[in-house]
């Protein structure tokens, strides 16, 4: 299966920075990249679609201008979370398809915002 | 309406049993089918995809897809402790996104 680097796999951080999370395909190309969300007992929410060299595509009720989403090359994707609050505190989660279709995970980032 | 839906269990099964997982989608145009496998704080694992109606079997796991009435299934024969994790639905929609029911919880009981 493929393989997705994500980084940091945890993280914390006070209240009003941003944390910046990066994901990396190592052996293929993603030309799109899916970030979701986790909270604790529940599923895997999507954010947002990220496509090579252009914008993002967001889910309803995501803040665009919250979650910053660059996906600059077909091996990286950054989220970058802005003026983080305690309710950002998740588990964050890259994901990408291969040329079989099927998708594959990084390993997750804890993000705590204290 | 929700795309997938999954009971959230807990679903408990003693070891050796047969754990049946069950899952239904909303999008009849829906091709591709997955279940993963997640351990508490970690990201989620692929166990098996499946695409055509009918059964695919892959060790202890068999997966089973019924397009006409929406609805995708996992068997786990043998069932170990170690079997024990939520189980996630997946489901790839024509319009490039990928949803996730909210899981079920296996409890296997030594």
């Known amino acids: 299966g493929a393989l997705l680097s994500q980084h940091p796999s945890w993280v914390i951080c006070k209240s009003g920075t941003s944390v910046k999370i990066e994901c990396r395909s190592l052996d293929f190309q993603a030309t799109t990249m899916f970030w979701y969300r986790q909270f604790p007992k529940q599923s895997l929410m999507l954010m947002a679609t990220?496509?090579?060299?252009?914008?993002?595509?967001?889910e309803q009720g995501v803040e665009k201008d919250k979650f910053l989403i660059n996906h600059a090359s077909l091996t990286l994707s950054t989220l970058t979370v802005t003026s983080a609050h305690p309710e950002d505190s998740s588990f964050y989660i890259c994901?990408?398809?291969?040329?079989?279709?099927?998708?594959?995970f990084g390993q997750g980032t804890r993000l705590t915002v204290v | 309406q929700k795309e997938v839906e999954q009971n959230s269990g807990p679903l408990s099964v003693p070891e050796g049993a047969i754990a049946s997982l069950n899952c239904t989608y909303s999008d009849r145009g829906s091709q591709s089918f997955f279940w993963y496998r997640q351990y508490s704080g970690k990201s989620p694992e692929l166990i098996m995809s499946?695409?055509?109606?009918g059964d695919k079997e892959d060790g202890r796991f068999t997966a089973q897809l019924n397009k006409a009435s929406q609805y995708v299934s996992l068997l786990i024969r043998d069932s170990q402790p170690s079997d024990s994790a939520t189980y996630l639905c997946a489901v790839w929609y024509n319009f490039n996104k990928f949803y996730f029911g909210s899981g079920t919880k296996l409890n296997v009981k030594p």
């Open positions: 994901s990408a398809r291969d040329k079989g279709g099927e998708a594959f």
């Open positions: 990220s496509n090579e060299g252009s914008k993002a595509t967001y």
């Open positions: 499946i695409y055509s109606n």
